[in-house]
């Protein structure tokens, strides 16, 4: 009985325990389902099938997808873990067949690896990283025509273009329409310049973005992640500047615009470039991707190390100037630490006038019997107003600077003054000169002269820059114009920024004397209501390289919000003045009258620098940056809207003091009360120094259009008198 008993009880124990182990088993198959389950309502699904040519980045979960559905070329991009474009068709149409469906398959032609460091002569960093894999894809039909498919992919963005068929196997052709789609996700807001590039970048949700209106590139997008990404061009050579529209299916292709295909190129398209980073932030440090895809400088056959020279300058429209007068604005540049002179329009007559002839020879104007009556007028014209080589006195017969212009206008002008003599006196004081030139007589519609006379011209009276104005662009033709202009005036040693609605994709690397280009709503026609478009402009026309915002100083805003975006806008020649904008005639006053402090800041400014630093960005509402060149930072920070901005200075040197010299408007002021039309004291910056390292916060309530500049510098021994900073310093 006892034995009975123990193996009863001994079974029972067993049941329990089998029991129990049967139980944690199916516990256990529980949650693994349910996890399952958990991770598949939660996985990422990606466009591209599990076949698809991918190429990544080097060191980031970047990833380009590529892959054809139905004869169709599609493309995707991954940025950690999200596809930030959706599948997006791919492909060209031309007169020799359309590359744009009908593929039978995908090869592979060749895999690269690069990483190199190279140095610009003018630049927002002494050193640029260029690494990246490469590969290029042949898109094969079903009649062995085939388009190939070059792709980049960086750290910092993602690039890939078009190799045109060979024309030596096709003959020429002309490229009719561009298939390429740009399907970005929907989540988030994106910043486009509309139908024009000097237009503020208006805010919309990327789903809402608008129809029938051409956007043009850049076209900066903020996902709801916070990854952002800009949606540029670069590296455009005799091709046409893509502009952008939504279909009628919502997404984003580029508008119907020919270009023809010769023995002498294109050989491919400008690149589609994505610069993407973790948050808007990082798109300023990112761009360094369009200069990447460009060609580095002949140094060989330009010397551009020799001649470029970055700098800051004075701008000015000649009205009743005389040589002396412009002596005497040579002195003020020099007087604040400028570089250089620009002499705008009125300094060879009405700029739309055909007439007009900037080489001011008067050898040229003698009348020939075989002039044509067009030719004949012209000189007769210019003969009122040139005797001597370089001079033109309009004393006594003034001109409409605007004559004849598109849209109106009534300036009168009328200079007397000698282009090589100012230029000797300016060269005495270390000041250059640059001229303004409309586009109208860098090509002369007369056929007079070309390019290599003009610069030639120019460059004997010891000119060392110009301003082309009214540059048209976007057409193949017009792209390939400018280019002209670029390439020429390297070759007679002369630096330009370039104005108006021509934007650069990456050429100043190829290039280094192009310092500046606008395209961009500058001063000369923002207002103090514009100031969150301004803002959105910097993070999209700003990201695409160096911009001429022709500041009018005091500007559109409050001085602390002028005087900081000259550090904020990146560009190589930075036109810090231009007293015409302010007072409707020339005035040296202007600048002359400024308090001391306010001029100071721009002259210590240099114009080239070792590296940057994005500290804020936010979309209508801040944009902060610090740039350093040596050993000395610079700050520049905006507000468009009343709020209290905190930043570390974590970006300086962890073993050094240093002060931090701030510029910063009245408390109580905004964008709207001390603008370029308030001259009062009410309006002046205030100044004040104090003592920081890399662990100070720095703390400031800022309204709408207001600003702060600070210029940070290493600590001497005279400095010990100066307060630390605290977070109340600056309450003021």
Same mark, same amino acid.
């Given at each position: 009985?006892?034995?009975?008993?123990?193996?009863? $009880?001994?079974?029972?124990?067993?049941?329990?325990?089998?029991?129990?182990?049967?139980?944690?088993?199916?516990?256990?198959?529980?949650?693994?389902?349910?996890?399952?389950?958990?991770?598949?309502?939660?996985?990422?699904?990606?466009?591209?099938?599990?076949?698809? !040519?991918?190429?990544?980045?080097?060191?980031?979960?970047?990833?380009?997808?590529?892959?054809?559905?139905?004869?169709?070329?599609?493309? +995707?991009?991954?940025?950690?873990?999200?596809?930030?474009?959706?599948?997006? =068709?791919?492909?060209?149409?031309?007169?020799?067949?359309?590359?744009?469906?009908?593929?039978? !398959?995908?090869?592979?032609?060749?895999?690269?690896?690069?990483?190199?460091?190279?140095?610009?002569?003018?630049?927002?960093? +002494?050193?640029?990283?260029?690494?990246?894999?490469?590969?290029?894809?042949?898109?094969? =039909?079903?009649?062995?025509?085939?388009?190939?498919?070059?792709?980049?992919?960086?750290?910092?963005?993602?690039?890939?273009?078009?190799?045109?068929?060979?024309?030596?196997?096709?003959?020429?052709? &002309?490229?009719?329409?561009?298939?390429?789609?740009?399907?970005?996700?929907?989540?988030?807001?994106?910043?486009?310049?509309?139908?024009?590039?000097? =237009?503020?970048?208006?805010?919309?949700?990327?789903?809402?973005?608008?129809?029938?209106?051409?956007?043009?590139?850049?076209?900066?997008?903020?996902?709801?992640?916070?990854?952002?990404?800009?949606?540029?061009? %670069?590296?455009?050579? #005799?091709?046409?500047?893509?502009?952008?529209? /939504?279909?009628?299916?919502?997404?984003?292709?580029?508008?119907? !615009?020919?270009? /023809?295909?010769?023995?002498?190129?294109?050989?491919? +398209?400008?690149?589609?470039?994505?610069?993407?980073?973790?948050?808007?932030?990082?798109?300023?440090?990112?761009?360094?991707?369009?200069?990447?895809?460009?060609?580095?400088?002949?140094?060989?056959?330009?010397?551009?190390?020799?001649?470029?020279?970055?700098?800051?300058?004075?701008?000015?429209?000649?009205?009743?100037? &005389?040589?002396?007068?412009?002596?005497?604005?040579?002195?003020?540049?020099?007087?604040?630490?400028?570089?250089?002179?620009?002499?705008?329009?009125?300094?060879?007559?009405?700029?739309?006038?055909?007439?007009?002839?900037?080489?001011?020879?008067?050898?040229?104007?003698?009348?020939?019997?075989?002039?044509?009556?067009?030719?004949?007028?012209? $000189?007769?014209?210019?003969? #009122?107003?040139?005797?001597?080589?370089?001079?033109?006195?309009? %004393?006594?017969?003034?001109?409409?600077?605007?004559?004849?212009?598109?849209?109106?206008?009534?300036? !009168?002008?009328?200079?007397? @003054?000698?282009?090589?003599? @100012?230029?000797?006196?300016?060269?005495?004081?270390?000041?250059?000169?640059?001229?303004?030139?409309?586009?109208?007589?860098?090509?002369?519609?007369?056929?007079?002269?070309?390019?290599?006379?003009?610069?030639?011209?120019?460059?004997?009276?010891?000119?060392?820059?110009?301003?082309?104005?009214?540059?048209?662009?976007?057409?193949?033709?017009?792209?390939?114009?400018?280019?002209?202009?670029?390439?020429?005036?390297?070759?007679?040693?002369?630096?330009?920024?370039?104005?108006?609605?021509?934007?650069?994709?990456?050429?100043?690397?190829?290039?280094?004397?192009?310092?500046?280009?606008?395209?961009?709503?500058?001063?000369?026609?923002?207002?103090?209501?514009?100031?969150?478009?301004?803002?959105?402009?910097?993070?999209?026309?700003?990201?695409?390289?160096?911009?001429?915002?022709?500041?009018?100083?005091?500007?559109?805003?409050?001085?602390?919000?002028?005087?900081?975006?000259?550090?904020?806008?990146?560009?190589?020649?930075?036109?810090?003045?231009?007293?015409?904008?302010? &007072?409707?005639?020339?005035?040296?006053?202007?600048?002359?009258?400024?308090?001391?402090?306010?001029?100071?800041?721009? $002259?210590?400014?240099?114009?080239?620098?070792?590296?940057?630093?994005?500290?804020?960005?936010? @979309?209508?509402? &801040?944009?902060?940056?610090?740039?350093?060149?040596?050993?000395?930072?610079?700050?520049?920070?905006?507000?468009?809207?009343?709020?209290?901005?905190?930043?570390?200075?974590?970006?300086?040197?962890?073993?050094?003091?240093?002060?931090?010299?701030?510029?910063?408007?009245?408390?109580?002021?905004?964008?709207?009360?001390? #603008?370029?039309?308030?001259?009062?004291?009410?309006?002046?910056?205030?100044?004040?120094?104090?003592?920081?390292?890399?662990?100070?916060?720095?703390?400031?309530?800022? $309204?709408?259009?207001?600003?702060?500049?600070?210029?940070?510098?290493?600590?001497?021994?005279?400095?010990?008198?100066?307060?630390?900073?605290?977070?109340?310093?600056?309450?003021?």
């Amino acid at each position: 009985m006892k034995v009975s008993v123990r193996m009863g $009880k001994k079974s029972a124990i067993v049941k329990t325990i089998l029991i129990g182990i049967l139980l944690a088993v199916l516990i256990a198959l529980a949650i693994v389902v349910i996890l399952r389950q958990s991770q598949k309502n939660n996985a990422v699904e990606f466009s591209a099938p599990s076949n698809a !040519q991918v190429i990544d980045a080097p060191d980031k979960d970047l990833h380009l997808y590529l892959w054809l559905d139905n004869g169709v070329p599609y493309y +995707s991009i991954v940025y950690n873990n999200e596809e930030i474009v959706n599948a997006s =068709q791919m492909g060209i149409d031309t007169t020799i067949g359309n590359f744009s469906s009908d593929f039978q !398959q995908i090869e592979m032609l060749s895999s690269n690896f690069n990483d190199t460091v190279w140095s610009p002569l003018v630049g927002e960093k +002494s050193e640029i990283q260029d690494k990246y894999n490469e590969k290029v894809f042949s898109l094969i =039909q079903s009649d062995n025509k085939s388009l190939s498919v070059e792709v980049r992919a960086y750290n910092t963005g993602i690039a890939f273009r078009y190799i045109l068929p060979d024309t030596s196997v096709y003959g020429d052709y &002309t490229i009719t329409d561009e298939q390429t789609r740009f399907s970005l996700t929907t989540n988030g807001v994106a910043l486009c310049h509309e139908n024009g590039q000097q =237009q503020i970048a208006k805010k919309h949700k990327i789903k809402n973005l608008p129809k029938e209106t051409n956007i043009h590139p850049p076209l900066t997008a903020e996902f709801d992640s916070g990854t952002a990404l800009t949606l540029t061009v %670069s590296k455009l050579d #005799n091709y046409a500047y893509p502009l952008l529209n /939504k279909n009628s299916r919502g997404l984003l292709k580029p508008i119907e !615009q020919e270009v /023809k295909v010769t023995e002498n190129g294109p050989a491919a +398209s400008p690149y589609w470039t994505f610069v993407i980073g973790d948050s808007l932030a990082d798109l300023p440090e990112n761009k360094d991707i369009i200069l990447n895809l460009n060609d580095e400088p002949d140094e060989e056959q330009y010397r551009f190390s020799q001649w470029v020279k970055p700098g800051k300058a004075l701008m000015l429209g000649l009205f009743d100037e &005389t040589t002396e007068s412009m002596k005497l604005y040579v002195d003020t540049a020099k007087k604040c630490g400028l570089d250089y002179l620009i002499l705008d329009f009125g300094w060879y007559g009405p700029e739309f006038d055909e007439k007009s002839d900037p080489r001011l020879d008067p050898d040229k104007l003698t009348p020939d019997p075989h002039d044509s009556v067009e030719i004949a007028e012209a $000189k007769a014209f210019m003969r #009122n107003y040139v005797t001597e080589n370089g001079v033109f006195n309009a %004393s006594n017969k003034p001109f409409n600077v605007y004559e004849n212009c598109p849209w109106g206008g009534d300036i !009168q002008m009328s200079p007397n @003054i000698s282009i090589p003599e @100012i230029v000797k006196y300016a060269k005495s004081k270390d000041i250059g000169i640059f001229l303004y030139v409309n586009d109208v007589q860098l090509n002369d519609r007369l056929n007079r002269y070309d390019l290599d006379e003009l610069f030639e011209q120019f460059s004997n009276w010891g000119v060392v820059g110009v301003k082309p104005g009214f540059v048209p662009d976007k057409s193949q033709e017009n792209e390939e114009s400018t280019r002209n202009i670029i390439e020429t005036a390297a070759k007679y040693k002369l630096m330009l920024t370039v104005h108006d609605e021509w934007i650069q994709t990456g050429i100043e690397r190829t290039y280094p004397n192009l310092l500046s280009a606008e395209g961009v709503l500058g001063d000369e026609g923002l207002t103090e209501k514009d100031i969150k478009g301004d803002i959105n402009s910097l993070f999209a026309r700003g990201v695409q390289g160096f911009t001429d915002h022709t500041f009018c100083y005091p500007g559109k805003a409050s001085r602390g919000y002028q005087l900081a975006s000259s550090v904020l806008w990146p560009t190589g020649l930075n036109c810090v003045y231009w007293p015409w904008k302010n &007072t409707d005639t020339n005035n040296r006053e202007t600048i002359e009258n400024l308090p001391e402090e306010e001029r100071e800041f721009w $002259k210590e400014m240099p114009a080239t620098w070792d590296d940057l630093v994005v500290i804020k960005a936010e @979309i209508s509402k &801040t944009a902060a940056t610090a740039r350093r060149t040596g050993d000395v930072w610079y700050v520049g920070v905006v507000s468009g809207a009343s709020q209290k901005i905190s930043f570390s200075l974590d970006f300086l040197d962890k073993d050094t003091q240093y002060v931090a010299e701030f510029y910063y408007d009245r408390a109580g002021n905004t964008g709207k009360n001390s #603008n370029r039309d308030n001259h009062g004291e009410e309006a002046q910056l205030l100044h004040a120094a104090y003592r920081v390292d890399s662990n100070t916060i720095i703390e400031r309530q800022m $309204k709408y259009g207001t600003g702060m500049a600070i210029r940070i510098r290493p600590s001497e021994a005279a400095d010990t008198s100066l307060p630390d900073y605290s977070s109340t310093a600056l309450d003021g």
